[in-house]
């Protein structure tokens, strides 16, 4: 009884093994080589194209709010507005006064017309009196005989006098026309519009709120076009140059629904800046994103080609054919017999092509199943033939 048993076990085990090689002879990939220039992923933060911080301009409180976190607006809306009751009352009592001076201006251009055309000097004030009549036929000939009056030059300083009123209430009316334009820049100040097509990210006020001049109320940022901010390390900024396509992997699901990691998404760089940071030793860099892939404030790494370190030959495997123990990777190889043996691995940077870079563990050549089942049974292997 006990040497049937131990018979239908071993052809059970056999039966059970016959799956596992039929797959690794179906789905079996020889590892190759693939020589490239290094690459280094730089972390950075997906950031909106264009940001602002709108702040306060005038102290006051706050009356009106366009909306909340995520609304969208056009540019020249109103996002802010503060109480401004008391500054629209200091413009009509500016518009008053522009008034009564433009009035005192019209009295004066008359008065510089009377004295032109009918001259005080020739005639004498106070109307029929009789000192009028005693200075009209006894003073004013008298004067005239002796010399000591001489009417051209009363005409000129009358004259004189009239134009200087003249001038005063012209200055008088452009001293308030300049304070009518500050009251009105004031009044501009305390609407907050949208510099241009974007959404609320944040809101830091709320009606009701009094707010000091510099205080923040919102950031507005375009959303539509987004840039991967990145701290270069400065030995690789030799290999940037505005307009180059680099690859990127972000956090979040793509169109098709997987992660873009391993596969990347294209980026272009943008914008380099001109200095580097002196005690990080970096250098910021921008890449415009595609259209719809992310959002503000999301993790992302930017795959940068490292020109100062020499070219390595690393072996390339399918992504597919590595299987994860815990957190190793691991690939099953085939041995001269062809069964399959789990053997851990160093993996190197995702390709394009969905191909991994293996750093150590394979070698090219030796034969990996390109995707193993989930019922694949192997022996281990410490990775004698595995370094590169």
Not at 229 to 247: I, K, N, Q, S, Y
């Amino acid at each position: 009884m006990g040497k049937t048993s131990s018979v239908t076990a071993r052809l059970l085990a056999a039966c059970l093994l016959l799956p596992a090689a039929v797959q690794a002879a179906d789905g079996v990939y020889v590892v190759k080589q693939a020589e490239g220039l290094p690459t280094v992923s730089v972390g950075g933060t997906v950031i909106p194209y264009k940001e602002v911080t709108l702040a306060a301009q005038l102290p006051g409180r706050v009356k009106y709010l366009a909306g909340i976190e995520g609304d969208s607006f056009d540019r020249g809306d109103t996002l802010v507005a503060l109480d401004d009751s008391e500054l629209r009352a200091k413009r009509q009592g500016l518009i008053a006064q522009i008034a009564t001076a433009d009035a005192k201006l019209r009295n004066a251009g008359v008065q510089y017309s009377r004295e032109l055309y009918a001259p005080r000097s020739r005639t004498s004030p106070g109307g029929m009196a009789i000192p009028n009549l005693f200075d009209q036929f006894f003073t004013r000939p008298m004067e005239d005989f002796v010399g000591d009056r001489n009417q051209g030059a009363e005409l000129s300083a009358d004259l004189y006098a009239s134009g200087t009123q003249i001038q005063e209430a012209r200055n008088a009316i452009m001293a308030l026309q300049a304070e009518l334009r500050a009251l009105d820049s004031k009044l501009r100040d305390a609407r907050s519009v949208a510099p241009f097509d974007g959404v609320i990210v944040k809101k830091f006020v709320e009606v009701g709120d009094t707010v000091q001049p510099g205080q923040p109320l919102m950031n507005y940022a375009d959303v539509e076009y987004l840039q991967v901010e990145v701290d270069v390390p400065a030995r690789l900024r030799p290999g940037l140059r505005e307009g180059t396509m680099l690859r990127a992997e972000l956090d979040v699901p793509a169109h098709g629904g997987s992660t873009t990691e391993g596969t990347g998404l294209p980026v272009r760089v943008a914008q380099i800046f001109p200095m580097a940071d002196p005690q990080r030793h970096t250098v910021k860099v921008k890449f415009d994103l595609p259209q719809g892939v992310s959002e503000p404030g999301m993790y992302a790494k930017v795959l940068v080609p490292d020109f100062s370190a020499p070219a390595r030959v690393n072996p390339v495997i399918p992504r597919s054919s590595i299987r994860f123990n815990g957190s190793l990777p691991g690939v099953y190889v085939l041995d001269e017999e062809g069964k399959p043996e789990l053997r851990l691995i160093r993996v190197g940077e995702p390709r394009p092509d969905g191909m991994v870079t293996v750093l150590s563990g394979l070698r090219p050549g030796e034969r990996i199943l390109e995707n193993p089942g989930a019922g694949i049974t192997s022996s281990w292997s410490r990775g004698e033939h595995g370094g590169r």
